[in-house]
């Protein structure tokens, strides 16, 4: 099983700061199958970044994501209130189990 | 918009069944993976399996012995049975979408709080 681990577990920052989001792999991601999703309190996750830097469909372009391998960062460049959320990667590429970091939490 | 919603019982005996079901609208079953995640009260996310349209199906090793999946395409719905239910299964259970294999889960439900007791 693919282990991801996620840092920090809590991100702090004011509105127009830059927000860095780690995500660790115990091996290798195939085919940079990687996807990030925030989630809000009391909703489901939704999906921001695929292939690890491809976003997807009407995603601010503040969100970006990099990485390959077993290292995987997703950045906000500037971040805004509506971002406080917490985020998860997850891999989908290798053979299953589908598996998720453990989440970071921002608090804007 | 494709949209999903899932539907079952909230409140579940332990060693009992779950069965849960998730409408599929505004869009065909055809051609895609269907999967359902939980997550459990810290947060943690976890992926029980998923179906195919046309019916195969892949199930997380740590679940498999106690999961089944089905799929009705003319109904545009899919389900979820999980069995031997303890306090630990006790999570808000979503089912979402994925394109395929090496695509993520792009729509996703809103979601359904399960909880394990007597």
């Known amino acids: 099983e693919t282990v991801l681990t996620q840092s920090p577990g809590t991100l702090s920052l004011s509105p127009g700061e830059r927000a860095t989001l780690s995500c660790r792999s115990s091996q290798s991601v195939t085919g940079r199958y990687l996807a990030w999703y925030q989630q809000r309190p009391g909703q489901a996750p939704r999906l921001l970044i695929h292939f690890a830097s491809s976003r997807a469909t009407g995603i601010p372009d503040r969100f970006s994501g990099g990485g390959s391998g077993t290292e995987f960062t997703l950045t906000i460049s500037r971040v805004e209130p509506e971002d406080s959320a917490i985020y998860y990667c997850?891999?989908?590429?290798?053979?299953?189990?589908?598996?998720f970091g453990g989440g970071t939490k921002v608090e804007i | 918009q494709v949209q999903l919603q899932e539907s079952g019982p909230g409140l579940v005996r332990p060693s009992e069944i779950l069965s849960l079901s998730c409408a599929i609208s505004n869009g065909s079953v055809s051609s895609y993976y269907w999967n359902w995640i939980r997550q459990s009260a810290g947060g943690a996310l976890e992926w029980i399996g998923r179906?195919?349209?046309?019916?195969?199906?892949t199930y997380n090793p740590s679940l498999e012995s106690r999961v089944s999946m089905s799929i009705d395409t003319s109904q545009n719905h899919f389900s979820l049975r999980l069995s031997s239910l303890t306090a630990a299964d006790t999570a808000v259970y979503f089912c979402?979408?994925?394109?395929?294999?090496?695509?993520?889960?792009?729509?996703w439900g809103q979601g359904t709080m399960v909880t394990v007791s007597s």
């Open positions: 179906i195919y349209s046309s019916g195969s199906t």
């Open positions: 979402a979408r994925s394109p395929s294999q090496t695509r993520p889960f792009d729509i």
């Open positions: 997850q891999q989908y590429g290798n053979s299953p189990p589908l598996t």
